[in-house]
């Protein structure tokens, strides 16, 4: 695997991250509004947000699995044939 495809699978995972972190984050600062707020509480901008947040995960899902496939194809592998050594009995 070249540098490039190291450096997307990286800047892939970190954009990974950092969504994860982002949902996390959103979690905390709707716990501490709600709490203050009560009733006044914006619960379906806050859902929306989460909808958001679902979707980018999902596009980082996406497409991790369709760098991973151009990266095995690029080195001539046939993404369903490999298996992982951790998977081997």
């Known amino acids: 695997m070249g540098t490039v495809e190291k450096e997307a699978r990286r800047a892939m995972n970190r954009l990974r991250r950092s969504?994860?972190?982002a949902e996390r984050e959103l979690d905390a600062v709707s716990d501490?509004?709600?709490h203050a707020e009560g009733v006044d509480f914006p619960v379906g901008s806050y859902d929306q947000a989460r909808e958001w947040?679902?979707?980018l995960q999902d596009f980082t899902r996406q497409e991790s699995a369709r760098l991973q496939m151009k990266i095995l194809e690029s080195g001539g592998l046939e993404p369903g044939r490999i298996r992982r050594?951790?998977?081997v009995e």
Do not use: G
């Open 19 to 21: 969504v994860e972190k």
């Open 85 to 87: 050594a951790s998977s």
């Open 53 to 55: 947040m679902r979707l």
């Open 32 to 34: 501490s509004i709600r």
